[in-house]
């Protein structure tokens, strides 16, 4: 400020001693833009903050510089290690560029009203298989010579360039997007793995906790036969008697061939091994909860097997929209189902899609519980969306229940915004940290929303005035309430200021902890990943 006073005064001297008004405007004009050239640069500049003061001040002058401009800010935050993804669904984390490979690769058809996916009629008899499609319909081959369709296909299987219209509204279009794209082969579920865990490299996320939909056709044809009743437990037994467990195997058995396939795509444990393969995945089955309530049941059995069989299967949820009229409908009797599986498998972990909702999408008394539901008679451990918690019964007792259950929220504020109209001071997100409850930033259906991870970071960013802390507590978190198996680095839960004792004479993330930290963290994967997020922080912030 002292040198733009002096700048100031040189200039007004050399307008008194020419005596000139016309020549003492022209200097005023060349100040006035050389200080918009100054403020300019200042706001664009990549020059590094000084490097005095501690490690922490470093890095929070760092990101206080980059908030001064987004573009800044998403290449500061694309660097920051964001610990995982807990809330990602594999269909819709799969960008419609490689649907419209895939499905051009299967020989599949796409019909021109609607834009969905269609089987072709039959295969021409030659070298080179062409699908042979019905009237209304070409090969999905075709959009590569037509840029309109291309466009129109990617605009059909996203949010890209939506705009309500009378009708169809954000949640309309995204959720109707799931139907059109399914029809190609099975065995591209690898390279949907590959993609999004080379996509979480990039950012530098270290783990992902995925949503996939297994072939349940078996289980689902089991249910109908046996039908629904009231007693659970003689249910689950008729089921099982019935071969419900045959499915086991055929999950495993999707499971290893996808992960075959990705590990190929990436060259895992060969010289040129791709830096997705550090990514590590862990899946969480998803339950259909939009169909009869013996289908949702057998299929929830089925989860809760597979998840107590099979180490790589974490979790369950549910899935499919909350407001739908099943969904709304059975709701309690799901968590009834969830509770009671519970019971018999108390190690599954249980995250569930609850508070989905919004004034005006259903019924004000459909706002009342589904959270609630979720965390008192489901025992959820952590909350997929919450969106609608000011508007269940007693709203701050249920916040302060969670925050002393540690109950998590998977807070994913794009696809909120998109479904549900949520965002900003409508959103709950500040409600949630305000009383304690852990949360977490997650991306929900990537591909569909047409985001990555480091844009949530940003959104959140510049939306709540969220320090550098603050998103580093959040990646904490994510990681703290994985369900990966074994105890968490921190002696306590969601206080990430002390270690274990086995490590409390480490610093966190050390190259080379003592050998017993270094035995604790062999024998704890969770504290692993926790372990090599601390590494990554270091490593990150002392670049400042």
């Given at each position: 400020m002292a040198q733009k006073r002096k700048t100031a005064r040189a200039v007004e001297d050399v307008g008194r001693q020419t005596g000139s008004a016309y020549y003492y405007a022209i200097a005023l004009l060349l100040y006035s833009l050389l200080l918009l050239f100054t403020a300019a640069y200042a706001q664009t500049s990549a020059a590094p903050p000084a490097?005095?003061?501690?490690?922490?001040?470093?890095i929070a002058r760092a990101f206080e510089m980059a908030r001064a401009n987004p573009l800044a800010l998403r290449a500061f935050l694309a660097r920051m290690p964001k610990g995982g993804d807990l809330h990602n669904h594999l269909d819709g984390a799969v960008y419609a560029e490689s649907r419209i490979r895939a499905g051009a690769g299967d020989n599949l058809c796409v019909a021109l009203a609607g834009l969905s996916f269609v089987k072709a009629e039959r295969l021409t008899q030659s070298d080179l298989p062409h699908p042979v499609c019905a009237d209304g319909q070409v090969p999905i081959a075709q959009a590569y010579t037509d840029p309109h369709l291309y466009d129109a296909i990617i605009d059909a299987f996203s949010m890209r360039g939506f705009v309500p219209s009378p009708g169809v509204t954000g949640h309309d279009h995204f959720f109707d997007t799931f139907a059109k794209f399914v029809g190609t082969d099975r065995p591209h579920m690898g390279e949907w793995l590959d993609e999004v865990a080379t996509r979480a490299a990039a950012q530098e996320e270290q783990y992902l906790?995925?949503?996939p939909t297994l072939d349940f056709s078996h289980t689902t044809a089991i249910a109908k036969v046996i039908g629904w009743r009231e007693d659970l437990g003689g249910l689950r037994d008729d089921l099982l008697a019935a071969g419900l467990r045959d499915d086991v195997a055929v999950a495993r058995a999707e499971l290893d061939d996808a992960e075959s396939l990705r590990r190929r795509r990436e060259h895992c444990g060969q010289a040129k091994e791709a830096?997705?393969?550090?990514?590590?995945?862990?899946?969480v089955y998803q339950v259909l909860r939009g169909f009869p309530k013996e289908q949702v049941f057998a299929q929830t059995l089925l989860g809760f097997e597979i998840a107590a069989a099979e180490v790589r299967m974490v979790g369950i949820n549910f899935v499919m929209p909350e407001d739908g009229a099943v969904s709304m409908a059975d709701?309690?009797?799901?968590?009834?189902?969830v509770g009671f599986l519970h019971g018999l498998y108390p190690r599954v972990h249980i995250s569930l899609h609850a508070g989905e909702l919004a004034p005006g999408l259903v019924l004000p008394e459909g706002l009342c519980c589904h959270i609630r539901l979720a965390v008192e008679q489901a025992h959820a451990e952590r909350i997929g969306h919450g969106v609608d918690v000011?508007?269940?019964?007693?709203?701050y007792e249920l916040l302060k229940e969670m925050a002393q259950r540690h109950v998590m929220v998977e807070v994913n504020l794009t696809s909120n915004d998109a479904i549900l109209g949520v965002s900003g001071k409508d959103h709950p997100l500040p409600l949630y940290r305000r009383y304690g409850v852990p949360v977490a930033l997650s991306t929900d259906d990537e591909g569909v929303s047409r985001i990555d991870l480091t844009h949530e970071f940003v959104r959140a960013a510049e939306t709540y005035a969220l320090s550098?802390?603050?998103?580093?507590?959040?990646a904490r978190t994510s990681l703290e309430h994985s369900f990966l198996p074994g105890s968490s680095m921190w002696r306590e839960q969601d206080?990430?200021?002390?270690?274990?004792?086995?490590?409390?004479a480490n610093s966190p993330g050390a190259d080379e902890p003592s050998s017993a930290?270094?035995?604790?963290l062999q024998t704890n994967e969770k504290a692993g990943q926790q372990w090599e997020l601390e590494r990554r922080l270091r490593k990150f912030e002392s670049s400042f």
């Open positions: 490097r005095g003061g501690t490690s922490e001040q470093r906790e995925i949503m830096a997705a393969c550090k990514v590590q995945i862990r899946y709701y309690e009797q799901h968590m009834r189902m000011i508007y269940e019964e007693r709203p550098y802390s603050d998103l580093r507590e959040m206080v990430f200021t002390r270690e274990v004792a086995a490590c409390s930290c270094a035995a604790f």
